[in-house]
């Protein structure tokens, strides 16, 4: 048994997504969302999710529900509707979370094995060409306790990958270190401070994966 995989992807302004569109036009963060599955031959999508309530536009449909400070909605599409969440139905594979955002989406579902991400992946890239897979987390598999996170190397530059590998070659992260800040920025040809800026920013970039921030 593979484990399965945690994926993160970040859909920028869906044309399709109540939540998304919400986002955008009351200018806030949603988080809590709950949605059905939508499999091929089901029938309507529901959604529901909660707004703070100073932020819901006044032209908006009224909340199923109203607490203190949030409201409740729902909202129903056609199963069929080209929405990232109707993708993932026909695939049998419910949201796990969602993050909308100035129109942006953000959404957290488990895929089975490699093989059925992939087919995920293949179909996501077909109807939302700018589609940005964020992070993919791996089951720990075996019986064993490691946690496997898969860290997106893309997210450097070319310049951030060559400052970092150069570093890390020449022992500047090994303990007792073999190679100081002014060794490693002699060898790139750059000074100590422009050294320490690249090796700053790629190592946040990596730690995000790592610890998953904002996942």
């Not at 409740?72 to 056609?78: A, I």
């Not at 969602?98 to 991400?117: N, R, Y």
Request: net charge negative.
């Amino acid at each position: 048994m593979s484990g399965g995989i945690r994926v993160t992807v970040e859909f920028p302004a869906p044309a399709v997504c109540p939540v998304a569109d919400l986002s955008e036009r009351a200018n806030t963060t949603i988080s809590d969302v709950s949605t059905s599955v939508a499999a091929t031959d089901a029938a309507d999508c529901v959604t529901e999710f909660l707004v703070d309530a100073d932020a819901v536009p006044e032209d908006y449909d009224d909340p199923v529900f109203e607490y203190a400070d949030r409201h409740l909605y729902r909202v129903t599409h056609d199963a069929d509707a080209d929405c990232p969440c109707v993708c993932l139905g026909e695939f049998e594979t419910p949201v796990d979370r969602f993050f909308a955002h100035s129109g942006d989406l953000e959404v957290v579902f488990h895929a089975e094995s490699f093989d059925q991400l992939q087919t995920i992946v293949g179909e996501f890239r077909d109807r939302y060409p700018e589609v940005d897979i964020q992070r993919l987390v791996r089951a720990p598999t075996g019986g064993t306790s490691r946690d496997t996170v898969f860290v997106d190397r893309g997210k450097l530059t070319e310049r951030q990958l060559e400052v970092l590998q150069t570093a890390y070659e020449m022992g500047y992260f090994a303990q007792p270190r073999e190679a100081n800040a002014t060794d490693v920025a002699d060898e790139l040809d750059i000074t100590a401070s422009t050294l320490t800026e690249h090796l700053t920013a790629a190592q946040r970039k990596l730690f995000a994966d790592v610890l998953e921030e904002g996942s």
